[in-house]
């Protein structure tokens, strides 16, 4: 598969070189080009530095023949338009948007945005942990 | 009308003035506090601080009954999210984003967001409009109707140079307007004649340009 990553923190370099580990062909793009040395030294990817909101760069990405576009900057609103950009303007089939506001986030799958919301999903693990030793000492 | 306006730097406080003044119910939103407590001297009641981005904060100041949203930060995804919250999550009618950059609007438009300004478009055509030599600008764009006004100094080695209006094969997707000339203004008709150095305001629509251009000799 073709995967575009945009925002190379450390979600984004952990999952791009995942991704290059289990045969994929990725491309990584981040504003500064000091964020490359979060990937694996053997990340054999495509490293692009640049806006992702911006057209030109995701075309240098290859994000019109991309298979999936993940967005993952720390930036929410960049995420989102930059999901758009691909959804609605190159045609990406799977499109992954990181959203930490939970009210954003519930807006825009509603919206048709496949999102994933690390607040939540952090704090129904933290709660999970907690609950889950509680009833341990329960016994 | 009820207005809430994102985004507390230039164009927000500006903006918030004129529309208080023309005595609209005005609300803007700043999220930096040494902005915020700037503007608030000024303002009083009609800047809040906090990010209208945020859904609850935009429920604390009132979205549901706005009548219109007004995008006017420096990051065009802040002002997409903005206007899509307000749009999609709260059945705001109208919205309207500034673009900071101009490439940005084939997608607002596409995502649903009912008016773009673009301020950097704007101060480029009109720069380009006073720089020497340049024979060929966009004015305006009237984007529901899909036609552009344009102005046009036509060269001295025009082929229309010295011929009149019904002489000339014109694009009919578009219309001259208006013929400066020597400081002075005229409506033109059938038997106008078009001179070598005159203002020409013309109206088109994006496939009309293209002809206008070869009628009248001018390159870009």
């Given at each position: 598969m073709k995967i575009v990553i945009l925002g190379c923190g450390r979600v984004g370099a952990t999952l791009a070189t995942m991704l290059d580990r289990a045969g994929h062909q990725v491309s990584i793009i981040d504003y500064?080009?000091?964020?490359?040395?979060?990937?694996?030294?053997?990340?054999?990817g495509e490293t692009l530095v640049g806006n992702g909101v911006d057209e030109e760069i995701l075309t240098r990405a290859?994000?019109?023949?991309?298979d999936a576009f993940a967005a993952v900057t720390n930036g929410d609103n960049r995420n989102i338009m930059a999901s758009q950009i691909a959804k609605?303007?190159?045609?990406?089939k799977k499109v992954v948007c990181r959203i930490y506001d939970p009210m954003r986030q519930s807006t825009y799958n509603e919206l048709g945005l496949e999102t994933i919301s690390p607040t939540i999903v952090g704090a129904q693990m933290m709660l999970e942990a907690l609950t889950h030793d509680r009833q341990n000492k329960a016994k | 009308m009820y207005i809430i306006i994102g985004g507390g730097g230039d164009v927000g406080y500006y903006l918030t003035k004129s529309l208080l003044n023309q005595g609209h119910e005005v609300l803007l939103l700043e999220k930096g506090s040494t902005r915020y407590q700037a503007l608030s001297e000024e303002l009083g009641q009609s800047v809040v601080r906090g990010d209208a981005c945020e859904a609850r904060t935009m429920e604390e100041v009132g979205v549901n009954r706005a009548d219109v949203v007004i995008a006017v930060t420096g990051e065009d995804e802040d002002n997409l999210v903005i206007c899509q919250m307000a749009k999609k999550r709260f059945n705001v009618t109208r919205t309207i984003a500034r673009l900071n950059n101009p490439k940005n609007d084939l997608l607002f438009q596409k995502l649903g967001i009912d008016v773009t300004v673009s301020p950097t478009r704007s101060i480029l055509s009109l720069i380009e409009a006073e720089l020497p030599g340049t024979t060929f600008v966009t004015l305006m764009t009237l984007k529901r109707a899909g036609l552009e006004i344009m102005e046009i100094r036509v060269p001295?080695?025009?082929?229309?140079?010295?011929?009149t209006l019904s002489a000339i094969n014109l694009p009919?997707?578009?219309?001259?307007a208006l013929i400066i000339r020597d400081n002075e203004y005229i409506f033109p008709t059938a038997d106008t004649k078009i001179l070598a150095n005159d203002e020409v305001y013309a109206l088109v629509s994006r496939e009309g340009e293209e002809a206008l251009r070869t009628a009248l000799g001018t390159t870009r």
């Open positions: 500064s080009n000091e964020s490359f040395r979060r990937l694996d030294p053997k990340f054999g290859g994000i019109k023949d991309a609605e303007i190159f045609n990406v | 001295t080695d025009s082929p229309i140079a010295g011929k009919r997707s578009g219309t001259i």
